[in-house]
């Protein structure tokens, strides 16, 4: 996939878990806390919403990064080869990362995780070091 294809299921994944987590927040808040302006934030009790509160915010975290990486790429002309193998790999895991995540699977989500990481690294490198 190239890099812009990536960025934008990159868009659709953050929609998937804003989605997610407002469901998980809704059943477990009740309607009218979506609505309110969250001056006080309730701790998640049941497992699915804090999950899913957890995976949107290491999905922000982590989307920062990626989006830099693929528009230096496309921006600079240095798209494809290694970086759109990156941004491939980065999008995959980061899809595969929500799902793990809530069922609470151990060590697949960290190294799904990690593997996202490579993808930006191997992002960073096309642009640092190919031409």
Known sequence: MSELTCLELSV??????????????NAEFGAGYLFTPRDAQPTP??????????????YVENLGPFVAMAL???ATGHAGGLGALGATIWIL???LYLPVYLMGTLYLR???WAISVVGLLMMLGRLAFES
Request: hydrophobic content about 60%; overall charge positive.
């Open 45 to 58: 009790k049941g497992l699915a919403c804090g999950r899913a509160t957890r995976a949107l915010g290491n």
């Open 12 to 25: 659709l994944l953050w929609v998937a878990h804003v989605l997610v987590q407002a469901y998980t927040a």
């Open 72 to 74: 230096a790429l496309i």
């Open 110 to 112: 960290t190294a799904l």
């Open 93 to 95: 895991a980061r899809i």
